[in-house]
């Protein structure tokens, strides 16, 4: 039975489930990051997937880096699974600019971030929601 790790729980809000993956938002307002986990109990990389589950899961990837360009016109979209934290396989969708707190380098451990106010949170989610539906 698939669980999401307690870390990954902690730090982002869930946005929807699109079939294979969950698609929850990072905790913060400064940068817009999706976190896409893929419902399999264990899986930790890539290619643990099966062969249906792994072309479902760059489909899934593929609407999440449309969903974010279309929504938040960043400069670049930054895609990837790195796991040394967290080892719950899990991908991260993170649309940058270049006026961001973090440009041109990585945002893992750059300072500035902010989690959402209240308001912040259900209007982002709300946007992210209907961008899921709209975007095919």
Known sequence: MFKLDERLKADTV???????????????????????????????EIYELDDPSRARLMDELTLASRVMADTYKPDKLNVANLGNVVPQLHIHVIARTVNDRAWPGPVWGAHGAAQYTEKGLEAALFTLRAAFKRVK
Do not use: F, K, S
Not at 22 to 40: C, E, K, S
């Open 14 to 44: 869930e946005v929807a489930t699109i079939g294979l993956c969950v698609v929850r938002l990072m905790n913060d307002r400064t940068i817009p990051w999706l976190i896409l986990v893929p419902q399999v109990e264990g899986a930790q």
